[in-house]
């Protein structure tokens, strides 16, 4: 089935330094990727929608300025938390669409961010 | 909007029981339902789908039939195992977006 990879899986940082979370589809191409956010005990929620090639579409109450999404390429979409508070650790999950107007969703891993 | 309630948990359960996991929804139009698991440590995995009204979706011996009428997917499985012990996501897709229920946590002992 279809693989993505997403890294890193944990990271550790200070409060006011910037983290890059990768994820990559492996075996497909990805026209669209949502990145999702995960409290503990709750569900997922849905940030933003990345589209191969232009902006991210951001969910209301999420700061573009600080989750800069970028989909470069049709494998490739990066978030990078900007001077990252210790409100902002949770679990980060990608998940990617495959083809265009396909439902089905393949997701990464998840990186749990901690911020000290 | 589109939204997914859920059983809520967590649900502990004997191995060999007969597992329930609720799920409705509210939507626009035609969405697809999902039930995804997450197991211990692991990312999210698409567990089974239905596109459609009256579908059933079925893996690993779970299933879920869309309901329409109740607008219902509930999870069933007939015989739980310690393995399927896991978190349970229902889901809906519609208009290119996903929405997800809060998660059911699922403790199978032996």
């Known amino acids: 089935g279809a693989v993505v990879s997403q890294h890193p899986s944990w990271v550790i940082c200070k409060s006011g330094t910037s983290v890059k979370i990768e994820c990559r589809s492996l075996?497909?191409?990805?026209?669209?990727m949502f990145w999702y956010r995960q409290f503990p005990k709750q569900s997922l929620m849905l940030m933003a929608t990345s589209n191969e090639g232009s902006k991210a579409t951001y969910e209301q109450g999420v700061e573009k300025d600080k989750f800069l999404i970028n989909h470069a390429s049709l494998t490739l979409s990066t978030l990078t938390v900007t001077s990252a508070h210790p409100e902002d650790s949770s679990f980060y999950i990608c998940?990617?669409?495959?083809?265009?107007?396909?439902?089905?969703?393949?997701f990464g891993s998840g990186t749990q961010l901690s911020v000290l | 909007g589109n939204s997914v309630t859920q059983m809520e948990g967590p649900v502990t359960l004997s191995e060999e029981a007969f597992l329930t996991i609720n799920c409705t929804y509210t939507?626009?139009?035609?969405?697809?339902l999902f039930w995804y698991v997450q197991y211990p440590g692991e990312g999210l995995q698409l567990l089974l789908k239905a596109t459609k009204a009256d579908d059933k979706g079925s893996n690993k011996g779970f299933e879920a039939t869309y309901r329409k009428e109740t607008t219902s997917f509930h999870l069933e499985k007939g015989s739980v195992q310690v393995s399927d012990s896991a978190v349970y996501f229902c889901?809906?897709?519609?208009?290119?977006?996903?929405?997800f229920g809060d998660g059911t946590t699922l403790t199978v002992k032996p």
């Open positions: 998940s990617a669409r495959e083809g265009t107007g396909g439902e089905k969703l393949f």
């Open positions: 075996d497909f191409q990805a026209t669209t």
């Open positions: 889901a809906l897709a519609n208009a290119g977006k996903s929405t």
């Open positions: 939507a626009t139009g035609y969405p697809s």
